[in-house]
């Protein structure tokens, strides 16, 4: 998985990898097979061969207050998940006070968008609104949200992220 970082309000999957001590996510191609090879999945950031454009896209939505503009946002997450050559892929496009949309109308256009795009692209695509009115989960902070996410997996997490991980599951086996 090619992901990226935060921007504005909101917590980057990165970012949050990046408070595991010794986590690392710029990695070389070799280095990407070579953990490919050994876990069975990776996630990395963007590099100047791998989704440089992705790069070009965050500073321009940084810089210009684009942050929310939605074809930058569609192209720079279906630029990232077309580089990985996916054959399916979930959204969860979220909406609420914690959101970039906090209009679950607006959520729905972006998610059309992204979808529309994916399936442009040959990728079986399904994407999911979720209610940001109100926290997900019980931590806060990037280390304590990894934390709380192997919790979860381990299914010691909070009901809530157990219950948004169970539907993401369903759209994917849809």
Known sequence: ?????????????????ESIPGFQVSVTTGKMLEILGTVGCCIVGQT?????????????RDVTATVNQIGLITASIISKKAAEKLDALVLDVKFGLGAFRKDENEARTVAQLMVDTSKGLGIKTSALLTDMNSPLGKMVGNALEV????????NQG????????????VCFSQ
């Open 158 to 169: 909070p009901e809530d992220l157990t219950a948004l991980v169970a539907q993401l599951g």
């Open 48 to 60: 100047q061969n791998l989704c440089p454009a992705d790069k070009v896209i965050y500073s321009i």
């Open 147 to 154: 934390t709380e996410s192997i919790r979860t997996l381990q």
């Open 1 to 17: 998985m090619i992901s990226g970082r935060g921007l504005e309000h909101t917590g980057g999957t990165l970012d949050k990898l």
